[in-house]
């Protein structure tokens, strides 16, 4: 899948590079994410694992655009990390309140049209999760590769650009929850609401 997308966007370089304006950009922002766990199998000796709400993440990386007359095709690829919370009881009757971190590579590839300063846009999304840090949840039972999509409404000032994202899974981001007790089968589809800022850096000439 990882290569897949990578494949995708080195098509669209050579395919519109020769008839489109391009500029790239540098990309940042926060995160808000519920991880919206699921399905929860056999406990254990856990109980009453639970969504604890949303927790504060942040991203930051890089993109392209690709200027099409009224449309504009904008791959990122972006450094994120997201945390959710897990609350619970553990097997000594203790509650626990787990933030689960989670160190991913976000690959967004969004259509974007805009009217005058405001824009909007949508596209898939591909996330390479690679690491988690966590108390009680260990990342063994996260997928590497999980695809999401998002939808995003926003500003272009001059070489600024403002965005408000919400971004869902399309797939399971784990299958099961890795705890010190043992493993509990569940599901996850982890949704995020978004605030980025773009800084424009010029031209790309090939």
Request: net charge negative.
């Amino acid at each position: 899948m990882k290569k897949m997308i990578l494949s995708v966007i080195a098509v669209c370089v050579f395919a519109f590079s020769a008839q489109a304006q391009i500029d790239f950009g540098l990309r940042a922002g926060v995160n808000f994410t519920d991880m919206k766990i699921k399905d929860i199998g056999d406990k254990g000796t856990y109980t009453e694992i639970a969504n604890g709400g949303m927790d504060f993440g942040y991203h930051g990386g890089a993109y392209i655009n690709f200027n099409l007359l009224l449309l504009k095709i904008q791959p990122e690829f972006l450094y994120t990390r997201v945390n959710g919370s897990l609350t619970g009881i553990d097997a000594s009757g203790k509650a626990f309140d787990e933030v689960v971190g989670v160190n991913r590579v976000d690959i967004p590839l969004n259509i974007l049209f805009g009217l005058g300063p405001i824009r909007f846009g949508a596209g898939p999304v591909y996330s390479y999760q690679f690491s988690s840090a966590g108390e009680f949840v260990s990342f063994s039972g996260f997928n590497n590769g999980v695809w999401n999509a998002q939808v995003l409404a926003g500003l272009e000032l001059g070489k600024i650009q403002l965005d408000l994202r919400y971004q869902f899974g399309l797939t399971d981001a784990l299958d099961v929850l890795s705890l010190p007790g043992g493993a509990v089968d569940a599901s996850a589809t982890p949704s995020q609401i978004i605030v980025a800022l773009g800084l424009d850096l010029g031209f790309l000439i090939f």
